[in-house]
Nanobody, 120 residues
């Protein structure tokens, strides 16, 4: 089991930056694959970025070059640095953790979400 708590959301002007944090507890954090997803009202939750236990990262095409995911295993925390924000980035952002039981079986865990609003 792992519990995830996001922080760092808020209101920012277009072109600005925010850094989201996700603090994890309850499991061996260094073994958990972590990620960020986002969801707008009435839409499906969509992938933003991920980072494996080995620090391999992946990004959605529309955030590549603007967002950076990182993790600090000593602090059980994953971060999402978001730069050059646009109104289209306005969403609720969710922290995601995946624990592999076997190569083909896993358990997914979600945070409660943090609102990011990009507006002038």
């Amino acid at each position: 089991q792992v519990q995830l708590v996001e922080s760092g959301g808020g209101l920012v002007q277009p072109g600005g930056s925010l850094r989201l944090s996700c603090a994890a507890s309850g499991s061996a954090f260094q073994d958990v694959a972590m990620g960020w997803y986002r969801q707008a009202p009435g839409k499906q939750r969509e992938f933003v970025a991920s980072i494996t236990s080995g620090h391999i990262t992946d990004y959605a095409d529309d955030v590549k070059g603007r967002f950076t995911i990182s993790r600090d295993n000593a602090k059980n925390t994953v971060f999402l640095q978001m730069n050059s924000l646009t109104p289209e980035d306005t969403n609720v952002y969710y922290c995601h953790g995946r624990i592999y039981v076997s190569p083909n079986s896993w358990n997914d865990h979600w945070g409660q979400g943090t609102q990011v609003t990009v507006s002038s």
